[in-house]
Nanobody, 121 residues
Framework: QIHLEESGGGSVKAGDSLRLSCVAS????????MGWHRQTPGKESEFVAA????????YYAPFVEGRFIISRDHAKNAVDLQMDSLKVEDTAVYYC??????????????WGQGTQVTVAS
């Protein structure tokens, strides 16, 4: 069973940057697609970004608009999400996940516990 642990969340102002990290343990994640979802109270979880195991397939949600970059470090069994030009509407709990890609759709299977990102105006 793979265990995922996120870090890097926090409270920032609009326009600032944050870098989220997610480290997998229990087994290697190098053969898995890894990605990020986010969720705000009262709303369903929404896809943010995903990267295939080889890195040749990368997908972002339309709202990212070039502001976020997903990257992987297989040596660390980790996936990062660099978030720049943050907006108030990016406020959410961000969840790391492993799963697979069905076409261009990320299908999460295992989830981390989440890390809070709060963006103030």
């Amino acid at each position: 069973q793979i265990h995922l642990e996120e870090s890097g969340g926090g409270s920032v102002k609009a326009g600032d940057s944050l870098r989220l990290s997610c480290v997998a343990s229990g087994r290697t994640a190098s053969d898995l697609t890894m990605g990020w979802h986010r969720q705000t109270p009262g709303k369903e979880s929404e896809f943010v970004a995903a990267m295939s195991s080889s890195g040749d397939r990368i997908y972002y949600a339309p709202f990212v608009e070039g502001r976020f970059i997903i990257s992987r470090d297989h040596a660390k069994n980790a996936v990062d999400l660099q978030m720049d030009s943050l907006k108030v509407e990016d406020t959410a709990v961000y969840y790391c996940a492993t799963g697979f890609l069905s076409g261009s759709t990320f299908r999460p299977i295992n989830w981390g516990q989440g890390t809070q990102v709060t963006v103030a105006s």
